[in-house]
């Protein structure tokens, strides 16, 4: 991947490359096409059912069946009932409130403003997808009518026929997914992800016999490679998977993309096939395809351990870190192989339903709420003062975009404006001028929605990289031709709705782009130095002696990271499309990140299996001296992880001897273990404890080791 991503800057065919690129984000993948036809059938049935039966406020029910999760039977019934309590909720807020706030103008602009403000924070804190979508086309669409100079029961009226747009909209989707859930495969990551191990098992098989691999096989391994991962961690972010398990399952997901990245990277190079490179090669190809078997099969991976033939280190430098990544697979089920009792179970606290553990105590979701609080307000005080409502779209773009907007970029936003000139100008008003008026049924107009959305489910199901597009796409072309039940005759309509749409988006850019951002390697490096702070932090819990407070906290760090670590890949493939002067030594910080995130991700999983050590769960007690011992080594290793984040940071050196101290610390805490009497410490779980600590040290010191032979300093 490091050799597919500096070939970007050096084109002199940005327009080929241009091409390549897009070639390659539209290119079939396995399930693809499922997904679409499930995509495109809820929401061309939820446009029959409104126009049919003329229900205001469809589009945005179309709009919802783009962006509801699809996952399981049960995980899309269990969102079918969210989504009804989150509307009946959003109904509530705004018909129990809007009469002490109508009649005072100043009072109602500042409800307005709170109410945009709680949507944005809802979109970044909540844990359930369904329901921030929900919320947020609740606020986005029934704010505004309260602007309208008309009566009060007309008011009501449209509230609550937007509830029953979404609430049709829910069970046409609902029952969408559980139509087509019999036919797709049960687990979608799990699929994903054998798909990429297979591939990787060809590279290295063809290797092993002595020669590079096919033209099909190197093209297979550099697409996924340029998909990236971020597909599969958006189907595990929706999914019904316990918290407990999800650490170890993005682990995994990581793991594998890196093994993509490097047999991508791989691929265009030339070198001599000795018979101990290909010794290697074949052990590394059968490893994989064990792993691979064992995934399948629902079975936990045996621990891997490769010999050390050093003349092939030399030879090809990248079968090492092959033999390594595929090293830390088997570790990242640490909680499975050594035993389940290792990891927090759901018994140990209640668990939450709809709020991330982290939305109370991340400043992140604050920071998003105001951001997007203040492009929303500058929005509604624009059209306001213009008295223009038909670009009160502004504010609906704000709030509808936002749903993906977490982490926003330049590249990203680009996509969005791109996407709405596109759905509105080029298809909207080019359908308004040329295919329209040819229609004189409801069949006619229904061939032209499902074709539109295709083409922008398609492209929604691409990487982030350019699924924006497809998002903007087709809510451009719904807010023109969705919101009546008749075919948009005037052009003006569909410019100011338009219009509003751009200007929504320029807000969003202005803020979250310009306001308060920095370039993605600026803030890749920033995440990257957050994570090994926030491990150090992990490290030290629990800092309270009530169980029930150090659990809570523990498991609200635990989403934290979990959170950041997922934001730092995904500022790590954004850094590809930022140019400028910086640009090579960008992408050389790039490759060091993403070369360690694969690490630190299972030192956090191994973090997370010694968690009930640290709490002194009942049946994980350990001796006075061991306990003492174990935190002595957790203070040394958290002031490692700060010291790298130094390091990373600032450049700053390390202290003298500390991975020397590091290994002295755990002999002596090893030593006080094996003293133990049998009655205190069994032994089984006493061997299971020296495991994993010894991982965690390993993998501490590694880390450690590597981030020293960095150059953090600019040239």
């Known amino acids: 991947m490091a050799s597919i991503a500096q070939s970007f800057p050096v084109s002199n065919r940005p327009l080929a490359w241009l091409w390549e690129w897009l070639r390659e984000e539209l290119t079939p993948y396995p399930g693809r096409g499922f997904l679409v036809a499930r995509m495109v059938t809820a929401a061309t049935l939820v446009m029959i059912a409104g126009m049919t039966f003329r229900i205001p406020f469809t589009f945005q029910g179309c709009i919802y069946a783009l962006m509801i999760s699809r996952d399981s039977p049960r995980a899309t019934l269990q969102s079918a009932t969210i989504i009804c309590v989150v509307t009946g909720i959003g109904a509530a807020y705004i018909l129990l409130l809007v009469p002490f706030v109508i009649n005072v103008s100043v009072l109602h602009f500042v409800w307005i403003i709170f109410s945009f403000f709680l949507a944005f924070y809802v979109i970044s804190a909540i844990a359930v997808y369904a329901a921030s979508v929900i919320f947020a086309i609740m606020i986005a669409i029934a704010m505004p009518l309260w602007d309208r100079h008309v009566s009060a029961e007309t008011n009501v009226e449209d509230t609550l026929w937007l509830c029953l747009a979404v609430l049709i909209a829910a069970v046409i989707t609902a029952g969408v997914e559980l139509a087509f859930a019999q036919f797709r495969p049960r687990d979608?990551?799990?699929?994903?992800?054998?798909?990429?191990?297979?591939?990787?098992?060809?590279?290295?098989?063809?290797?092993?016999?002595?020669?590079?691999?096919?033209?099909?096989?190197?093209?297979?391994?550099?697409?996924?490679?340029?998909?990236?991962?971020?597909?599969?961690?958006?189907?595990?972010?929706?999914?019904?998977?316990?918290?407990?398990?999800?650490?170890?399952?993005?682990?995994?997901?990581?793991?594998?993309?890196?093994?993509?990245?490097?047999?991508?990277?791989?691929?265009?190079?030339?070198?001599?096939?000795?018979?101990?490179?290909?010794?290697?090669?074949?052990?590394?190809?059968?490893?994989?395809?064990?792993?691979?078997?064992?995934?399948?099969?629902?079975?936990?991976?045996?621990?891997?351990?490769?010999?050390?033939?050093?003349?092939?280190?030399?030879?090809?430098?990248?079968?090492?870190?092959?033999?390594?990544?595929v090293t830390l697979i088997p570790q990242a089920f640490a909680d499975s192989y050594r035993g389940r009792e290792y990891v927090p179970s759901a018994h140990d606290v209640p668990q939450s339903p709809l709020l991330s553990r982290d939305a109370f105590t991340n400043p992140q979701h604050l920071l998003f709420a105001l951001k997007g609080c203040l492009a929303a307000g500058i929005n509604y005080a624009v059209y306001d003062a213009l008295a223009w409502p038909g670009i009160s779209t502004a504010?609906?773009?704000?709030?509808?975009?936002?749903?993906?907007?977490?982490?926003?970029?330049?590249?990203?936003?680009?996509?969005?404006?791109?996407?709405?000139?596109?759905?509105?100008?080029?298809?909207?008003?080019?359908?308004?001028?040329?295919?329209?008026?040819?229609?004189?049924?409801?069949?006619?107009?229904?061939?032209?929605?499902?074709?539109?959305?295709?083409?922008?489910?398609?492209?929604?199901?691409?990487?982030?990289?350019?699924?924006?597009?497809?998002?903007?796409?087709?809510?451009?072309?719904?807010?023109?031709?969705?919101?009546?039940?008749?075919?948009?005759?005037?052009?003006?309509?569909?410019?100011?709705?338009?219009?509003?749409?751009?200007?929504?988006?320029?807000?969003?850019?202005?803020?979250?782009?310009?306001?308060?951002?920095?370039?993605?390697?600026?803030?890749?490096?920033?995440?990257?130095?957050?994570?090994?702070?926030?491990?150090?932090?992990?490290?030290?819990?629990?800092?309270?002696?009530?169980?029930?407070?150090?659990?809570?906290?523990?498991?609200?760090?635990?989403?934290?990271?979990?959170?950041?670590?997922?934001?730092?890949?995904?500022?790590?493939?954004?850094?590809?499309?930022?140019?400028?002067?910086?640009?090579?030594?960008d992408l050389e910080i790039r490759s060091y990140i993403r070369r360690w995130q694969p690490q630190l991700r299972t030192l956090?999983?191994?973090?997370?299996?010694?968690?009930?050590?640290?709490?002194?769960?009942?049946?994980?007690?350990?001796?006075?001296?061991?306990?003492?011992?174990?935190?002595?080594?957790?203070?040394?290793?958290?002031?490692?992880?700060?010291?790298?984040?130094?390091?990373?940071?600032?450049?700053?050196?390390?202290?003298?001897?500390?991975?020397?101290?590091?290994?002295?610390?755990?002999?002596?805490?090893?030593?006080?273990?094996?003293?133990?009497?049998?009655?205190?410490?069994?032994?089984g779980r006493a061997q299971s404890f020296v495991t994993l600590l010894r991982d965690i040290d390993g993998l501490t010191t590694y880390l450690s080791s590597e981030i020293a032979g960095g150059r953090w300093q600019a040239e």
């Open 188 to 325: 979608e990551v799990l699929s994903l992800m054998t798909e990429r191990l297979s591939t990787v098992e060809n590279v290295l098989t063809h290797y092993a016999d002595g020669h590079a691999p096919d033209p099909a096989t190197e093209q297979k391994v550099t697409r996924l490679a340029i998909l990236g991962t971020s597909m599969l961690r958006r189907i595990l972010g929706r999914s019904n998977v316990s918290t407990e398990y999800s650490p170890a399952i993005a682990s995994i997901v990581v793991l594998v993309g890196r093994l993509v990245d490097l047999a991508a990277t791989l691929t265009p190079l030339r070198f001599e096939h000795t018979a101990v490179s290909q010794r290697r090669f074949r052990k590394l190809a059968s490893t994989v395809a064990e792993i691979r078997n064992d995934l399948i099969d629902n079975r936990v991976p045996d621990a891997v351990h490769f010999g050390a033939e050093g003349e092939s280190g030399a030879a090809v430098p990248l079968v090492d870190e092959i033999e390594h990544t």
């Open 604 to 683: 956090f999983v191994l973090r997370i299996a010694f968690l009930k050590y640290r709490l002194q769960l009942p049946g994980f007690e350990l001796p006075d001296l061991v306990r003492l011992r174990q935190q002595a080594y957790d203070e040394h290793s958290a002031r490692m992880l700060e010291e790298m984040a130094g390091r990373v940071e600032h450049n700053t050196p390390y202290a003298n001897n500390t991975v020397e101290d590091s290994h002295e610390i755990l002999k002596r805490t090893v030593e006080a273990i094996q003293g133990e009497p049998t009655s205190e410490l069994p032994a």
């Open 395 to 585: 504010v609906t773009t704000c709030l509808l975009t936002a749903l993906s907007t977490v982490g926003a970029s330049h590249q990203k936003q680009t996509l969005r404006i791109a996407g709405a000139i596109t759905g509105g100008f080029v298809v909207g008003m080019g359908a308004q001028l040329f295919i329209l008026p040819h229609i004189d049924s409801i069949g006619g107009f229904v061939v032209l929605f499902a074709l539109v959305t295709a083409l922008s489910s398609w492209v929604m199901t691409a990487s982030p990289r350019l699924s924006y597009f497809g998002f903007q796409i087709a809510i451009a072309f719904y807010l023109i031709h969705v919101q009546e039940f008749k075919i948009q005759t005037s052009l003006t309509v569909a410019r100011d709705r338009v219009v509003g749409i751009l200007l929504g988006l320029f807000m969003m850019w202005l803020v979250f782009d310009r306001l308060w951002t920095s370039p993605a390697s600026v803030e890749m490096k920033r995440a990257f130095v957050s994570n090994l702070r926030l491990m150090a932090e992990f490290a030290r819990q629990p800092l309270s002696a009530d169980l029930k407070v150090a659990l809570g906290r523990s498991l609200a760090l635990r989403e934290t990271i979990n959170a950041s670590l997922d934001r730092a890949r995904a500022l790590a493939d954004l850094v590809l499309f930022e140019f400028g002067p910086s640009r090579r030594r």
